[in-house]
């Protein structure tokens, strides 16, 4: 045999398991898998979240890529995978259309934390003006005495505050731009809310790990990081002042009361930030998975809402240990309520029998014993 | 391969073994698929560069409708309210690759003469070795190296002393906070030196030693039979080299969004923090909503596209000795020929 003939012959062995492994496809016996894509905050959580219901559950398979909100709202609205993660809402002009109605269902909050390295501060407070002034450039060095008023414990030196943000377009700074063009009018004109804004001051680091480490380097130093990644890496973190006057330091249980005691009970695009809850950390957020009801294949979106109504039961159990604040629980008997709403509403919508079909085809056999009371569909 | 095929074509003669042996139809059509195959696999590449030229250039029409050629001019970069220009990005590419390019040429002709006229035999070798091994570590690890060891480096040493004896320029004005345009270009001069030292290694190498031996003979000293006998030679090679490290330092982009300082701010200090067209892409293309941002961005990326491009097809033209648009000497043999007589 010639060197080509023996190449040939080993590659073609060695596609022989992968197309064993494909017939299952076509014999129905591999399980649907469910394309997600959106945030890297939530991934954590979610990644734990899949590997434990494919546990109890294991006729469906997830697969997340954690690319960015941005992202995964786009594809979501390409109809490329069946539902996103996005640490900011979609406004309405995105999401109302023939073939879109997307859904914003939230699964935990986390919030933004404002880390800074002074020597010999541990303690440090700060309210809506000198925040805002801090990163509007107004206050400029740390023994301005509008700081010094609200520490007088403190020393304070005779430093330059180095303003550090992030770099790349994320979650967190949504959270904390949405914050300050709520508690700053100035800001809201110069910079407004976003992914990426325009900063008016400060050095720009890529990720909660770069923002961190350049914190650690510069003396003087003020930025704002994701929770989670604060507490995991033990940094100095300030206490914000919340809109009834009391400060509050971060923690999972101040960023759970920043919930609001009542809310409507359809759209959960709510805004945790500058909450006037008693103990109510004020820069907080959500994180929502987005389904699209009208477009994605009616036994997908049952698997999903399946998948949804376990995460927000039992499977809040992961979600203390792995640092995020969950929901408050009548907030999650209304969402349960509204995924009930729209899984009946699924599986009675009349739709023709060749998309009913289509459907059934591209989700497989298995989905029959995890869905059902969507066996009707295969009677008819 | 090729003879076979192209004397099949026209077969007139049948007492040659080769057409005997493709006279078998068989084998005819096993060669016929081998060359559609060969055919297929060289127009790939060509094809996705085209497709993604298309891709890029439709994608940004929205935001070249809408701003025009002012892109390129306006200094304002705000995605919140839909106002874009590339001018701090365009300024922070030009000046970080211009000055990793400086740092590198000067380190780079230097290591390469040392490699091939000074050194001993015993450590030639290895260091080529080790050289080449710097070209394989990632991006992202130089990009952590740098924000862990160089820029503390940078802080504690080197920026004090330039501020000490160099602070009147304005190239060292304002605080240093590590993050900033010197600490990017550091960084990219080190990854672009491998590939900038081998070439200038293997053009040295292929200046015939006759003339540096008719220097020596005129009785030159070693250093001026270089600068007569061999730099003359290598001198449009050379602005090819310096052109394809250029090439390399405007595409990179992770290493140099994790040590630049990303402000779109366009200021002559070295030590004040900037922003590059590549950095602007990895850090904002995964979040970005809005339909402008996004085409802005596509903007960016076709620029970047362009710019490497021409850069490196400059970089080619030099180092293979071309006349720009003298397509007669494409052929290297003449060229050759001039070369040694």
Request: some cysteine.
């Given at each position: ?29 591999s399980p649907p898998i469910l ?41 979501l609205l390409s109809h490329t ?110 910079a407004g809310k976003g992914t ?185 | ?341």
């Open positions: 045999m010639s060197f080509f003939q023996k190449l040939t012959f080993f590659l073609g062995v060695l596609t022989i398991p992968y197309l064993l492994g494909m017939s299952g496809l076509f014999f129905g016996h394309n997600g894509a959106g945030g890297s905050f939530p991934y954590p959580l979610y990644s734990k979240w899949y590997f434990e219901y494919t546990k109890i559950d294991p006729s469906v398979r997830f697969n997340y890529q954690p690319i960015g909100s941005g992202g995964g709202i786009h594809q995978i069946d539902f996103a993660g996005s640490d900011s809402p979609i406004p309405d002009s995105l999401i109302t259309g023939s073939s879109r109605e997307v859904i914003h269902i939230p699964t935990v909050a986390g919030a933004v934390v404002i880390a800074y390295n002074l020597a010999n501060v541990p303690l440090l407070n700060l309210n809506k003006e000198t925040l805002s002034g801090i990163f509007l450039g107004e206050i400029t060095r740390w023994n301005d005495p509008r700081i010094v008023f609200l520490n007088p414990q403190a020393t304070l030196p005779d430093l330059p505050i180095v303003v550090i943000h992030r770099s790349d377009g994320s979650g967190t700074t949504y959270i904390f731009t949405e914050y300050l063009s709520k508690i700053s009018q100035r800001w809201a004109i110069l990426s804004v325009r900063w008016q001051i400060g050095i720009g680091a890529k990720g909660n790990a770069g923002v961190a480490a350049a914190i650690k380097t510069i003396n003087g130093s003020i930025g704002y990081i994701e929770l989670a990644y604060a507490l995991q890496n033990g940094f100095p973190m300030a206490a914000i002042q919340n809109q009834i006057g009391q400060y509050v330091a971060p923690s999972m249980e101040s960023v759970t009361k920043a919930f609001p005691r009542s809310f409507d009970h359809k759209d959960f695009r709510i805004s945790l930030t500058d909450s006037a809850e008693e103990g109510a950390y004020p820069i907080a957020g959500l994180t929502w998975i987005l389904l699209n009801i009208n477009s994605t294949p009616p036994l997908r979106l049952e698997c999903l809402i399946k998948f949804l109504s376990w995460a927000l039961t039992d499977g809040q159990t992961y979600v203390l240990p792995m640092d995020y604040a969950p929901l408050p629980s009548s907030l999650r008997q209304n969402v349960l309520h509204l995924l009930e709403e729209v899984r009946r509403k699924n599986s009675l919508s009349a739709f023709p029998w060749s998309q009913r079909r289509s459907c059934w085809l591209l989700v497989g056999k298995e989905c029959k014993i995890s869905c059902p009371n969507l066996a009707i569909f295969k009677n008819k | 391969m090729g003879r076979m095929l192209f004397s099949s074509q026209h077969n007139t003669a049948n007492n040659d073994p080769f057409e005997r042996a493709l006279a078998n139809r068989g084998q005819k059509f096993k060669e016929n698929i081998f060359t559609l195959l060969v055919y297929c696999c060289a127009f790939t590449l060509p094809t996705l560069l085209v497709f993604a030229a298309y891709e890029l250039t439709t994608k940004c029409m929205p935001t070249v409708s809408k701003f025009g050629i002012s892109f390129l001019f306006n200094h304002d970069w705000n995605p919140v309210s839909g106002h874009f220009g590339a001018l701090p990005f365009l300024y922070g590419t030009a000046m970080s690759s211009g000055l990793s390019l400086l740092i590198a040429s000067f380190l780079g002709l230097g290591t390469a003469l040392f490699l091939t006229e000074f050194s001993p035999r015993w450590i030639q070798k290895p260091l080529i070795i080790l050289i080449q091994i710097i070209s394989a570590i990632p991006s992202v690890v130089w990009g952590l190296w740098a924000l862990f060891e160089l820029i503390p480096w940078l802080q504690k040493y080197v920026v004090p002393f330039l501020k000490d004896h160099l602070g009147f320029l304005p190239f060292f004005q304002g605080n240093f906070y590590g993050v900033s345009m010197l600490s990017g270009s550091l960084v990219v001069a080190i990854m672009i030196l491998p590939i900038m030292i081998s070439v200038t290694i293997e053009m040295i190498k292929s200046v015939p030693s006759i003339y540096k031996e008719a220097v020596f003979a005129l009785g030159s000293t070693h250093w001026e039979s270089i600068r007569i006998g061999v730099l003359p030679f290598i001198k449009k090679g050379l602005l090819g080299v310096a052109i394809l490290g250029l090439g390399r330092a405007i595409g990179e982009a992770m290493a140099v969004t994790m040590v630049i300082g990303n402000k779109p701010e366009i200021s002559l200090s070295l030590l004040s923090p900037a922003y590059t067209l590549s950095s602007v892409l990895a850090n904002e293309f995964a979040e970005s909503t809005s339909e402008l941002h996004i085409s802005a961005l596509y903007e960016i990326a076709l620029l970047l596209g362009a710019i490497t491009i021409v850069v490196n097809l400059l970089a080619q033209l030099f180092i293979h000795g071309l006349e720009p648009l003298d397509f007669t000497k494409l052929f290297g043999k003449e060229n050759q020929k001039k070369n040694l007589s």
